[in-house]
Each structure stands twice: as structure tokens, then as C-alpha cells.
């Protein structure tokens, strides 16, 4: 006799379920009874017979997310069970019939505004006509409720034609088309959602498009609280000419979601202050996404509990998916009952890391800079400061792939007593990882500074490319150049020029003009050019002379 309304968010959302009763003096099954759900914008409201019994809105289920203002379908089908409606009753026979009436769906009345526009037929025969959107006025009949907000063509519910009174000659229309320029949006508002939101713009541009952003919006912060930006079609989303501005999460929701298939570039942004519930604090990418002068701070993952594919507190990268990080800051990310405080890349994945820094990120287990399954290149790069609370891998654990790293600079970060603060390499089942060093700096870090670990059938491979310097004998420097067990004489990470803090080489460094110029990128970090003075430098830093 009793009657359960509820939601159950998919796993990604954190899997929350919430659900309410009415209880009948009878048995349900032997009567007709209406169900009714009233599905509205943040609110869903359960009646049966007209009776009100359960009601949701985003506050019931944080904080995970909110994933229901979306289109959905209804299935309707008989599950038997004791989840959710309760024990079966013991007098239950089967099989059992479940008998429908009726099913009616209500939309509201038809409010949209209304805009018309005129063309003369002054020709024979068949002719193309365009009609500009700017040629459109507003209608004197409007429906009750209409906005009065200009033709924004975020939705064309319909169109009509009308021809002028007492013709009688026929007009013949092959073909409609609506063709919206939608291949450049621009967002003016700060506003989570509506007209000129960032949210409407991912909605409203072409596949390949770009969004763009008012210069009005420099300094100011977009502020998502109903649910994560989902990118569902190729795009690049630019804010160079809204310097400083920022997606923040306020805590509780994921700002960006890549969907897989995609080619996402994203320019000139900050995002903060997300959280994700087992992965993707700041952005989930699942497709091919660039992020260039980008900052990701500030976000959070938590899990409910330790397993090996969750964390990426600022960025996780998924399955076969792509992730470039150029001219870009990581920093300040964290993950608790997880893996890569800045950064996780899954199985298969391809990762480019280039003048880019990655610092003060922290996992609660392993790789608090950087947790990588699959192939990574790190060019004229930072990895500093960043934490591993349980294991190896302060700087980054990497597993099953190869990761070239090439005139970068791994310094200051930690892992507990024991373990190694800064590269970690190795295999746990049949993976054969690769870790290869070539002009870099790895120094200053807790414990060893570099650790290749064989726990599986997979082999380990270390290997020098030749002019690394260590400040001490683990990494296995005995190429050409090779510099173990030496101090790199290193200031503290700060702003030295260009996009991203660095480490820069002091006076008297033994890092100085001590690379392979002929593996050297034509710039450092910040930009500068190299070589300068007598030689290539070592590390992301070009010492200027």
C-alpha cells in the first residue's frame, strides 16, 4: 500500500539518491491512481490522486551535484525488488500485469516572443531569398507572458508566412532554412545561466565555433551553481579580452565536463574553487582538450574511499583522452582518499606539459603533483612543491606508458619518510613504463630523489638522455653531461618573467650553460631565448647574461 517517489543521480554526480512515501489504507494495485511529476527548473514535485508527497531541489542532495535540468524520457516498466519500495509482500504471486490508462504530458503555454519581417516576390521562376535576422522587428501581437529581450535566437519554437490580402496567385517555397551565425558567441553576462551566460553560449555555438567574452567582464568571476558546464561540441572558449576572469565552482559543483570525441581549447581563464565526488575537482576531460594560459586552482576532490583511478584534483584526464597544458599554471589542488593532486591521467592517455608550471598540489596517497597511465611529454617545465601523503611520487608516479621530460625543473617537493619526493616510475602488473631525462633538474626533494619500483611482470626502464643534474645518485645519471649527486643552487619558486612562477638558476650554478644545446628548446619557460651567454642552461630557466 505504499507509493515511493524518487531521483538517483548517476555515478559521476556522486550517486545520491532521494526519495519520499505515501502510504494508502489500501492496496495500491487495486485501483487506477494518477501519478503526477511536476518537473521544474531546480524542483521536482511528487503527487499521487492529487496528494503531494515528496518534493527535491539541489539543497536535498548536496553536495553532489544537481543533474536534473536536463531533457529526460519516461520508461515505464514494473522492477520488483526490495530497494527501494520496500520488502515484497509475502502474498505476492506472479507473473503480475502492470495496467496503463493514459499518459499525458503538459508543457507550458507557448510564450515565445514573436518577430516578423517582409520581402517582396517582384520575380519569375525560382530564386534563393535570404532574409537577414537584422531585418526582423518585433510583432505587435505578442503572447501573454512574451519577453521583450530582442531576437536571441537561444531557441526557434516555429515560423509562418503570410501573404498580403487579395492575392491570388500561388506561391510555391521549396525549401526553409535557418541559418544562425553561430559561429563566434559572445558572453556578456556573469550570470550562471539565461541570455549571454557562458552556459547559453555553449549551448547556442556551432560545432567548431569559438566564445568569446566581453571586455566588461575583466576581473569578474562567473560563479556556477546550479550544475557543471558540460562541452558537447568542438570549441574554443577564448577570454582574452576579458583578462582575470574566473570560473569558480564556489565549493560544490565541477566548472568544466569535456565530452569524449572532442576537440576543446580553452584560453585565458582561471577555474577555481571546484569539486568533484571521486574525480575532476576543476575539469573532467574526456576528449582531446588545450589548455593554454590557463590557471587551475583551488579545487577539490574527495572520494569514498582509496581506489586507483580516482583523484585529479585540478584536471582529470580520462581513458584514451588528450590534454595539453601550455603557458599554464596547475597549483594549490588536492585530493583526499586519492591519486594526482593536480593532475590525473588515465589509462592510454596522451599528455604535453610545455612552459608550464605545477605546484602546490596534494593527494592524500600518491602523486601529488601528477598521477600518469599513459604517455606524457614534459618540455620547459615547473613540477614544485607539491605533496604525496601516503607514497612516492611528491612530483609524480607514473605507470604504463613513456614520459620524455626534457629541460624541466623538479624541485622542493615531498612524499612521506621512506619514500621518494620526487620521480616516481614503476609497474604493478604487465605495463613496462619508461621515464627518460634529458637537460633537467631533479633536486631538493624529499627523500630519494627519484625511484623506479618493479612490483608486477612489466618492466622498469629509468633512462638518462643525457646532461641531467640530481642532488643525489638515485636517478641514474651516467649519460653524457650527466651531473648526480650535485646542488642546482635554485631560488624559490617565484615570478621571474612570463606567464608561470619558475626556479631560477643563481649565480655559480653548475647548471649553467650545461645542457645539450643541441636538445634544447629554442626558448626556456618564460620565453627567453637560448642559449644565452656561453651555453644552454639546464632546467625550465634560461639564466640571461
Not at 403 to 412: D, F, K, Q
Not at 453 to 458: D, L, P, T, V, Y
Request: hydrophobic letters at 35%.
Amino acid at each position: 500500500n505504499r507509493v515511493f517517489g524518487t531521483i538517483h543521480g548517476p555515478g559521476y554526480s556522486g550517486g545520491e539518491s532521494y526519495g519520499g512515501t505515501y502510504d494508502f489504507p489500501y492496496s495500491v494495485a487495486n485501483d487506477y491512481h494518477t501519478f503526477t511529476i511536476d518537473w521544474q527548473p531546480n524542483k521536482i514535485i511528487w503527487y499521487v490522486d492529487g496528494i503531494q508527497y515528496h518534493e527535491a531541489d539541489p539543497a536535498d542532495v548536496a553536495p553532489d551535484q544537481w543533474v536534473f535540468n536536463h531533457p529526460f524520457f519516461f520508461l515505464l516498466n514494473v522492477a520488483v525488488g526490495g530497494n527501494f519500495g520496500g520488502p515484497v509482500g509475502g502474498d505476492t504471486t506472479f507473473p503480475q500485469t502492470m495496467k496503463v490508462d493514459y499518459v499525458r504530458v503538459y508543457q507550458p503555454a507557448d510564450s515565445a516572443e514573436r518577430f516578423q519581417a517582409a520581402f517582396a516576390d517582384n520575380f519569375s521562376g525560382w530564386q534563393k531569398v535570404t532574409v537577414p535576422f537584422t531585418s526582423f522587428v518585433r510583432s505587435a501581437a505578442q503572447p501573454a507572458g512574451a519577453p521583450n529581450d530582442g531576437l536571441t535566437l537561444s531557441a526557434v519554437n516555429g515560423y509562418g508566412f503570410e501573404v498580403p490580402g487579395g492575392m491570388t496567385s500561388p506561391v510555391l517555397i521549396d525549401q526553409v532554412r535557418l541559418n544562425r551565425n553561430c559561429s563566434a558567441v559572445t558572453v556578456t553576462t556573469n550570470a550562471d545561466n539565461g541570455t549571454g551566460s557562458l552556459r547559453q553560449a555553449l549551448a547556442s555555438v556551432c560545432d567548431g565555433g569559438t566564445i568569446s567574452f566581453a571586455p566588461s567582464l575583466s576581473g569578474q568571476t562567473i560563479a556556477l551553481s546550479t550544475a557543471e558546464l558540460t562541452v558537447a561540441k568542438n570549441v574554443t572558449i577564448d577570454a582574452s579580452a576579458a583578462q582575470n576572469l574566473t570560473i569558480s565552482g564556489g565549493g560544490t559543483v565541477r566548472p568544466f565536463v569535456v565530452n569524449a570525441g572532442l576537440n576543446v581549447t580553452i584560453k585565458n581563464l582561471a577555474i577555481t574553487n571546484g569539486y568533484g565526488f571521486e574525480l575532476a575537482g576543476g575539469i573532467l576531460n574526456n576528449g582531446t582538450l588545450t589548455l593554454d594560459h590557463v590557471t587551475v586552482a583551488n579545487n577539490t576532490v574527495t572520494t569514498s574511499g582509496q581506489d586507483y583511478w580516482k583523484g585529479g584534483g585540478g584536471v582529470y584526464s580520462g581513458a584514451s583522452s588528450g590534454l595539453t597544458i601550455r603557458n599554464s599554471t596547475i597549483r594549490d589542488n588536492t585530493v583526499t582518499g586519492g591519486d594526482g593532486g593536480g593532475i590525473y591521467a588515465f589509462t592510454s592517455t596522451q599528455v604535453t606539459i610545455d612552459r608550464s608550471t605545477i605546484s602546490g598540489n596534494t593527494s592524500s596517497n600518491v602523486g601529488g603533483g601528477l598521477r600518469t597511465l599513459g604517455d606524457a611529454q614534459i618540455v620547459n617545465s615547473t613540477i614544485s612543491g607539491n605533496t604525496a601523503g601516503a607514497w612516492h611520487g611528491g612530483a609524480f608516479f607514473h605507470t604504463d606508458g613513456t614520459m620524455n621530460i626534457l629541460n624541466s625543473t623538479i624541485a622542493s617537493n615531498t612524499s612521506p619518510s621512506g619514500a621518494s619526493g620526487g620521480a616516481f616510475v614503476g609497474t604493478f602488473g604487465e605495463g613496462s613504463p619508461t621515464l627518460s631525462l634529458r637537460n633537467t633538474i631533479v633536486a631538493g626533494n624529499s627523500g630519494w630523489q627519484c625511484q623506479a619500483e618493479r612490483a608486477g611482470s612489466g618492466l622498469v626502464t629509468l633512462a638518462s638522455g643525457g646532461h641531467n643534474l640530481a642532488s643525489d645518485g638515485s636517478c641514474q645519471l651516467t649519460a653524457s653531461g650527466d651531473k648526480p649527486s650535485t646542488e642546482p643552487q635554485l631560488g624559490a619558486l617565484a615570478d621571474n618573467g612570463g606567464p608561470t612562477r619558475t626556479h631560477l638558476l643563481l649565480s655559480g650554478s653548475p647548471a649553467i650553460s650545461a645542457a645539450d644545446a643541441a636538445a634544447c628548446p629554442v626558448t626556456d619557460q618564460r620565453g627567453i631565448a637560448r642559449p644565452q651567454g656561453a651555453g644552454c642552461d639546464i632546467g625550465a630557466v634560461e639564466v640571461t647574461q
